[in-house]
């Protein structure tokens, strides 16, 4: 199975998964290649039905990475 976070969209899974609810329902998804909300704004949850268009969502199409710090000076307190 592959994960792809789509640019400002959804979560596309594709190849062999299995989608459960919390309590380990199974979650048919009639398919091999599903699109996952991520914007929380979706009628269809867990799966996206474009709500993000309309709200304006933003987010990356790659892995979050926090900034880094670079190291305080030799003797310099932390």
Known sequence: MTVTPCENGPLLLRGAFRLTTHEGEEID?????????????????????????????????????APREDPPPDGAPT
Do not use: M, N, Q, Y
Not at 29 to 57: E, N, Q, W
């Open 29 to 65: 998804p009639g398919r091999r290649t599903v699109a996952l909300c991520r914007c929380g704004a979706s009628a269809v949850k867990p799966f996206c039905d474009g709500s993000h268009k309309a709200i304006g969502f933003v987010a990356p199409s790659g892995a979050e990475v």
